[in-house]
């Protein structure tokens, strides 16, 4: 991810900087979250959830403006298994 952000980075600081809060929000309220019991679990596992669907709209916006160029296969099957699990477990 880091060659990508560094290329959104070059053309639109705002945008890399917000791709990687959103990416860095995931990763560590999923983590978080998996401590939690309850209301605090689920209530961790909706902010990743919000966060990685950010960061992949991010990426889909830098790919769309022409910032980067047509996201890598495995980046776009990551993210979408990364939204797919934190559907299913922040119900």
Known sequence: ???IEA???RRDAD???QL???LNSAALNSAEGSDQRGG???NHYCIALGSAREAFVALRA???WGFVGPLPSDVRERMNRVIGTL???AR
């Open 15 to 17: 945008l890399a900087r």
């Open 7 to 9: 290329s959104i980075r």
């Open 40 to 42: 605090r679990r689920l």
């Open 1 to 3: 991810m880091a060659p």
């Open 20 to 22: 990687r809060d959103a």
């Open 87 to 89: 559907v299913k477990v």
């Open 62 to 64: 830098a790919e769309a």
